[in-house]
């Protein structure tokens, strides 16, 4: 999938505050992103098993028609 959201600016400018605010554990930008996307999904009560079913593929195929 090639989608690729705009994240806030301000967002942008704390995770790098937070990826440089502590030298022991440098965490990448990306893994910190993903790792809170997961835990908002999981919250949502989506997990990896909802991705096959025939409305996550319909609405992917139509969003990458779009893009």
Partial sequence: MSYS?????????????????????????TRMV???VEEYLERKGINESDENSKGYRENNRISNRHN
């Avoid at 705009?6 to 930008?29: A, G, N, Q, T, W």
Wanted: charged share 35%; no cysteine; glycine share 0%.
């Fill in 5 to 29: 959201p705009k994240i806030k600016p301000e967002l942008v400018r704390k995770l790098y505050l937070l990826k440089h605010s502590d030298e022991s554990s440098r965490v990448p930008m």
């Fill in 34 to 36: 993903n790792e809170a």
